[in-house]
Every structure is written in C-alpha cells, then in structure tokens.
C-alpha cells in the first residue's frame, strides 16, 4: 500500500521561511515524478511544482510563476522523500500543501498525472 506522508508545515511570519517533507512508502518514486499543490480556502487545488527524473541523479523542476525564486523542490532517493524549501512566505501562500506522486515518464501542473497523494500539511502565513 502506497502512502505519502506530509511533514513540516505551520504558522510563520511573513518573510520567514518553512521546509515540508513527504516521505514515500510502499514503493519507490525515485525514477518518477512526484510535486507539491496546495489549496487555500474557498479556492481549488492548484500546482506548486512538479520534480521529474532525468536520468541517474538528475531531476528537473518546474514552478508555478507565483513560486519561482522562492520556493526550491529537492529530493533525497535514499530516503524516498521530496522536499519543499519555501523562502520569503507570502499571506498568500497560506493553504493546505499536497504532496503528489505519479507514474507516469512526467507529469507537471495537471493533478490528473498524478496517482497517489498525501493528507496534506498546512502552512499558515501571518501578515
């Protein structure tokens, strides 16, 4: 059985930062992708990043514009587990955070790509 279990979320100040961790189990998804979304209240999932393999210990990441220079996807293979380092938090980045694995070659932005999901972690944002 395949879980996908959220970490590291809270509440932060403005400017401050957070790191949220999702560890796999019940298989691997080192060749696969896995990403983040998130869903603020009132509003629908929408997709943070997305992380596919390239080959060996390669990866590439693709950010949502309202992310990019402020929030970096990592991975640890030995671990099974893929990290969001998020830097100059926004209000507007409150929401719950899902992190996402899939099966195919790649996925990105389209929820629908991925196959399996956390419970998600919630990170709040004060002005």
């Known amino acids: 059985q395949v879980q996908l279990v959220e970490s590291g979320g809270g509440l932060v100040q403005a400017g401050g930062s957070l790191r949220l961790s999702c560890t796999a189990s019940?298989?691997?998804?080192?060749?696969?992708?896995m990403g983040w979304f998130r869903q603020a209240p009132g509003k629908e999932r929408e997709f943070v990043v997305a992380?596919?393999?390239?080959?060996?210990?390669?990866?590439?990441?693709d950010y949502a514009d309202s992310v990019k220079g402020r929030f970096t996807v990592s991975r640890d293979k030995s671990k099974n587990t893929l990290y969001l380092q998020m830097n100059s938090l926004k209000p507007e980045d409150t929401a719950v955070y899902y992190c996402?694995?899939?099966?195919?070659?790649?996925?990105?932005?389209?929820?629908?790509?991925?196959?399996?999901w956390g419970q998600g972690t919630q990170v709040t944002v004060s002005s």
């Open positions: 992380n596919n393999w390239l080959g060996g210990n390669a990866y590439y990441s």
């Open positions: 996402a694995a899939g099966t195919l070659r790649t996925s990105n932005a389209n929820a629908r790509d991925y196959d399996y």
């Open positions: 019940g298989r691997t998804f080192s060749n696969y992708p």
